[in-house]
Every structure is written in structure tokens, then in C-alpha cells.
């Protein structure tokens, strides 16, 4: 079966009689370009145990348990579980989870050796997914996502730009976040409505780390809800000794939050955890 030839996704998704569901972002890829620039650019080795979200009918499934060693492959719809298990059922070096994948303890995975994350994520729960990955005690080496362009455009914005933001700084901190290709609706089956991008993301080792991780994602909430507003004003109640703070890191008490970069924010935080003054710190 060729998962590359829309004629051949039709006939399989009638024979199955299955409805794609948008709710659960089926748009199954149909693009053989598309999918050796995705498994190229996660550069899979024998060795490589690799997680995969939202399998789908299997296309990219097919390529990762032929190139990578051991693949732990995520879906959460019953059917195309069931047709998955059936699909391959002779292939040893898979393991399928039929779940939702916000639901899996991807920690236990990334622990026992999966160290890259290879995904046509399902767009609603993308960015969720991406932020506990990238929060996880044993983070993944790689991850080679298609994710629609608007999550693209915030995973590589940089500071002081519009798309900016809580999702930029987190997974940025932790990883350096390139798009490899633009991804065209046409590419899938159904289109989707907007626009996707393979984004490629290599774990790097911060300049300096958060001292206190949630005390750092607690500040970084509180300000980017704000983030039309200067730093000393939405500091000032809750950490008064940020007028000298913030200044001794060289920063200014109008800056708005977006104009500072992941770095930034982490001495920003570990110099507010660690001066006397900050309340519920
Ligand atoms: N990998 C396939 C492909 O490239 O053609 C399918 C990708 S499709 C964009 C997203 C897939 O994620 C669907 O199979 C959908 O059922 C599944 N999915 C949606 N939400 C999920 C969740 N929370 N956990 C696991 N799988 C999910």
C-alpha cells in the first residue's frame, strides 16, 4: 500500500469506513517529498528509539520502524488503532499506545531511551505537547514536528517581535528551533485550512539555568499576560526589590516583556528567587 498516493488514502479510508475527524486534526499526509524531508532531517540510526504522536494510517510509522531501532508510536483514535495493530502486526520494533498521548507518561519513554520525537502532531494539542516534552526531566536529543504555521511562527519567533511569547521562550531555552520546509494544505488528505511547517528542534545546553523552574514559568505567565506593560509595573507589588534587580541585570524597569530573551528571563528569575523580598517566591 502506498500512503503517498491520495487514490489509495481515498480507497483505504472508505474500505475502513472512516470519516476523518477535524476535531482530532486527520489530515493524513499524502506528500512522499514531504515525508523524506521529515525522516531526513530527524536523521535516524539504528540505535535511535523514537516517539511518534497521532500515527494516523501509518505513513510516517512505515519509514521511522524501518530507519530508527525501536519506535513507540501514540494514537488516541480506537479505529485507527485497531487498523494500525493489524497494519503491523509482524513489525517487532513497534509499540503502539492507543491513548491520548496528554494522557501517557511520556517521562516513563523518554527515561527508557527515546531520545528524538518524530510527529505529524495533532494540531490541537501540539503546543501543549511540545512544553511537556521540553519540560521533561530527560528531554528529548531532537524533535522534527509538523505543526500549523502559526505554532511555527511562535517556536522560532525572537524577542520583541509580535509572535513572541510563553511557548518561545520555554522551548527555545531548552532547544535550537529552525523550520526545515513550509508544508502546503495539499499535501494532506483532507486539507487542512491553514498552513503547516516541519520544524526541526536540537536540545542545547542553556548559558544558565533556572533556579527554580516553576518560580521561572510562574513569572514568565504572570508577565506575558501583561506583556503590553513595563516589567517594574507588573513587578513592583509582588517583588519590590526589582527596582534594583532589574537594573543590576541591565535591564530597564519600562522594558515590556517580550524584548527579553530566554536567557534573560531565566537570570531575571533566579535573581528574583534568590534576593530577599519576593513574596510567595
Ligand atoms: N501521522 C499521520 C500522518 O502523518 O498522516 C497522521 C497525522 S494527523 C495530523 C494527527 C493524528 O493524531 C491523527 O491520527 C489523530 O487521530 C491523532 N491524534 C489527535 N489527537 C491526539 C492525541 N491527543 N493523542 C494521540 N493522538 C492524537
Not at 535516524?44 to 512505515?62: C, F, K, M, S
Not at 524533535?143 to 522551548?171: H, P
Not at 516541519?198 to 527554580?212: F, G, T
Amino acid at each position: 500500500m502506498n500512503l503517498t498516493a491520495p487514490s489509495e488514502v481515498k480507497a483505504l479510508l472508505a474500505q475502513l469506513e472512516f470519516r476523518p475527524s477535524k476535531v482530532l486534526g486527520q489530515n493524513f499526509l499524502i506528500d512522499s517529498n514531504i515525508l523524506r524531508i521529515l525522516v531526513a532531517t530527524a536523521d535516524l540510526q539504528p540505535g535511535d528509539a523514537v516517539i511518534e504522536i497521532g500515527p494516523g494510517l501509518g505513513v510516517l510509522t512505515e519509514c521511522l520502524v524501518s530507519n530508527a531501532g525501536r519506535v513507540v508510536a501514540i494514537e488516541k483514535d480506537r479505529r485507527l488503532a485497531a487498523h494500525l495493530r493489524e497494519r503491523f502486526r509482524e513489525t517487532a520494533n513497534l509499540e503502539l499506545i492507543e491513548a491520548d498521548a496528554l494522557d501517557v507518561d511520556l517521562n516513563k519513554h523518554l527515561a527508557g531511551g527515546c531520545s528524538k520525537v518524530v510527529a505529524n502532531l495533532p494540531y490541537s494539542v501540539a503546543s501543549r505537547l511540545l512544553v511537556d516534552l521540553a519540560e521533561a526531566p530527560k528531554r528529548p536529543r531532537q524533535m522534527v514536528v509538523t505543526v500549523q504555521n502559526e505554532v511555527a511562527d511562535r517556536l522560532t519567533a525572537k524577542a520583541d517581535t509580535d509572535d513572541y511569547g510563553l511557548l518561545s521562550v520555554i522551548l527555545q531555552l531548552r532547544y535550537d528551533i529552525s523550520v526545515r520546509k513550509e508544508v502546503s494544505p495539499s499535501c494532506f488528505y483532507p486539507p487542512p485550512e491553514v498552513k503547516s511547517a516541519i520544524v526541526n528542534m536540537i536540545l542545547r545546553e542553556p548559558a544558565v539555568q533556572p533556579v527554580n523552574y516553576n518560580q521561572f514559568k510562574e513569572l514568565l505567565k504572570l508577565c506575558f499576560s501583561k506583556r503590553r506593560k513595563q516589567l517594574g509595573g507588573i513587578l513592583r507589588k509582588r517583588f519590590p526589590q526589582v527596582e534594583t534587580t532589574l537594573p543590576s541585570l541591565g535591564l530597564d524597569l519600562r522594558s515590556r516583556p517580550e524584548t527579553l530573551n530566554p536567557e534573560q528571563w531565566v537570570r531575571l528569575s533566579n535573581a528574583l528567587c534568590c534576593t530577599v523580598g519576593g513574596r510567595d517566591a
